[in-house]
């Protein structure tokens, strides 16, 4: 499978029709969308645990558009600084957060100014501000310090980049040594053709 984009790919367009869909997404959790959300299909799907969903703002988890749990790949310990590459609405951030508890932080960071705000109102709805942030950026080329990470966490997001090599760069270079990766996402068991590959509404869908 490639690892990037065609040479002449058009970057903007195809980021512009994601950034389409999430706002959608984000401002109407019950449009129709071509892939699974909500809380039902985190729960039934993906084994989320329903009673700590049922605990978060339906603003987060009604826009909850992941493709698996990476809660299941390993605990987050106290006062560890977690981030969640392509946060969306804010499921994934705010059930880290609360893990890491008062001393850790929960950083998130999405390319959707709509997802984004979603996001922060739904710390502000949980009293957990002062351990979450928010910031606009993508995934290949993330706003964070280096080696400043404990844990990279992104659900659903890579695979939507168009330079997965450089992404895969970013998380390298944030998370501190001995830090981890809990990701969850989307491959191929065969390389798309060429023209399917220039096709930016195959790369957001």
Known sequence: MALTHPIGFDVDRLRSAVRGMYRELAHDPAANVHFHCGPA??????GYDPDELAQLPSGATEA???VGNPFRMGA?????TVLDVGCGAGTDLLLAARRVGPGGRALGVDMTTAMRD?????????ALRGR?????GLA???????????????????????DK???FA???????????????????DADLHEHERRDPALWAG
């Open 41 to 46: 299909y985190a729960v039934e799907r993906l």
């Open 64 to 66: 909850f558009a992941g």
């Open 76 to 80: 987050l310990g106290p006062a560890e």
């Open 118 to 126: 979603r996001a922060r109102q739904n710390a502000r709805a949980m």
């Open 132 to 136: 979450i942030d928010v910031r606009p």
């Open 140 to 162: 290949e080329d993330l706003p964070v310090n280096d080696e400043s990470v404990d844990v990279v966490q992104s659900n659903g997001v890579l695979n939507l980049t168009t």
């Open 165 to 167: 090599v450089r992404a």
């Open 170 to 188: 970013e998380i390298r270079r944030v998370l501190r040594p001995g830090g981890r990766l809990h990701l969850a996402d989307v491959t191929l």
